[in-house]
């Protein structure tokens, strides 16, 4: 059993090559949409359009629960690997591997307060400018050439066609995407409130605790969005551990540009 996350500004199709390969070979794969994204709704006009990190982990052992799967690797990058990484910490039992792209990626609000150096603020040019109004409305207003603009700059060396773009755009129209998006990023940045129920959860990953299943971390030879270098955070874990760089250009959507890497991670940390 594999679950597969993406991120912001990514899809489902992320993982397009990654999962019938696997599926091929046996595996149940379940590639969910994240809240805000495509099919997805919220069953209430009243709750709130709530996306802070424990708020996307609890959907997915949600998820598990109601699809009767106990254990499964998570597999992701961007949120899916930060969601796959508070999955490992908050429920180890639940985890039986991890693969993480750009590794240890679990923060809180008061690391979200950290200065980075100039190249890594002006990485998260982004964040800034939803943390404004004006950065709300543009985003609402010029989504798809947002998104496209974002691919661009994560993966400078990713040669994609209008038709894979536009394949994943259609999930970004969801009628709650932009809410999620930019409560992420404004709470990241303690912007925003979370809701109570997740408080705990997040006081528990406030403190940076290590990941102690099988892991697999990966990073791309041209990953354009900021990232640390794996030296950073190979200490936080203390399980069976392995990190791996992918070349030849490889950007920041890592399982579409890099599928056959992907996979093989995938099985790796399967035998661990």
């Given at each position: 059993?594999?679950?597969?996350e ?22 149940r ?11 997805t709704r919220?069953?209430?006009d009243?709750?709130?359009r709530n996306?802070?990190?424990a708020?996307?982990a ?25 969601t ?24 809180s ?10 190249d ?13 109004e ?14 496209r ?6 993966s ?15 999930a ?18 303690g ?20 990941i ?15 990232h ?7 200490a ?13 250009g ?9 599928p056959q890497?992907?996979?093989?991670a ?7």
């Open positions: 059993m594999f679950y597969y993406g991120g912001w500004p990514y899809d489902i199709h992320s993982f397009v090559d990654v999962a019938p390969y696997l599926a091929s070979r046996g595996y794969v379940i590639v969910p949409y994240l809240r805000g994204y495509g099919s919220f069953l209430s009243q709750t709130m996306g802070e990190p708020a996307v609890v959907d997915i052992i949600a998820l598990m629960d109601a699809l009767k799967i106990q254990k499964a690797i998570l597999a992701g990058f961007d949120w899916g690997a930060r796959a990484d508070i999955i490992a910490v908050l429920w180890p039992d639940r985890c039986k591997g991890l693969v993480s792209v750009s590794g240890y990626l679990i923060g609000q008061e690391a979200g307060k950290m200065p980075l150096p100039p890594g603020e002006l990485a998260w040019w982004y964040q800034f400018y939803f943390a404004t004006r950065g709300r409305a543009g985003y609402e207003k010029y989504t798809h050439d947002f998104v603009l974002i691919w661009r700059q994560a400078p060396k990713w040669d994609f066609d209008d038709a894979a773009f536009e394949r994943s755009a259609s970004f129209t969801n009628p709650d995407h932009v809410s999620i998006t930019i409560h992420n990023y404004r709470w990241r940045q912007l925003a409130t979370g809701e109570a129920n997740y408080e705990d959860l997040e006081r528990r990953l406030a403190s940076a605790p290590p102690t299943v099988p892991s697999i971390t990966m990073e791309g030879d041209a990953n354009g969005a900021f640390v270098p794996p030296g950073a955070y190979g936080k874990f203390t399980g069976r551990y392995e990190h791996r760089t992918i070349t030849g490889i950007g920041h959507n890592l399982p579409q540009e890099a890497a992907f996979v093989q995938v099985i790796d940390v399967d035998r661990f």
